[in-house]
């Protein structure tokens, strides 16, 4: 897995927007865009300040990996006003389990 797709699975995960990021990063979104396409690199310091926004530890981004774990916030997965666990949130870790799943499944496959 490439650093961008790391990136943007990261984001993805945290439900946060390319615009919300290249804020963060204070550049443009089409700037943050190519990041995440992989069409540009960004200096170590916007990648430690990603890890930050992420919040998930720097060298995750940097072995391109996503981590089994999450700071998540309540307020980032529960929908207040209903009381219950937001779907989009639901969807985006089933996903990122299964994506995890098939890594390990081709990582294993290699060694028989």
Do not use: W
């Not at 979104?29 to 992420?54: F, M, V, W």
């Not at 916030?73 to 996903?95: F, G, M, Q, T």
Request: aromatic share 8%; net charge positive; with cysteine.
């Amino acid at each position: 897995m490439l650093v961008n797709i790391t990136i943007k699975q990261l984001r993805e995960i945290r439900v946060l927007s390319q615009e919300y990021m290249a804020i963060r990063l204070k550049i443009s979104q089409p700037a943050y865009c190519k990041i995440e396409k992989g069409y540009s690199r960004t200096s170590d310091a916007n990648y430690l300040l990603i890890a930050h926004i992420l919040q998930v530890n720097a060298d995750y981004i940097r072995m391109n990996k996503i981590p089994s774990f999450f700071y998540v916030d309540d307020e980032d997965i529960i929908d207040k006003s209903k009381n219950k666990v937001k779907s989009d949130y639901i969807k985006l870790i089933l996903n990122n389990m299964v994506a995890q799943r098939e890594f390990l499944l081709r990582l294993l496959s290699k060694d028989e």
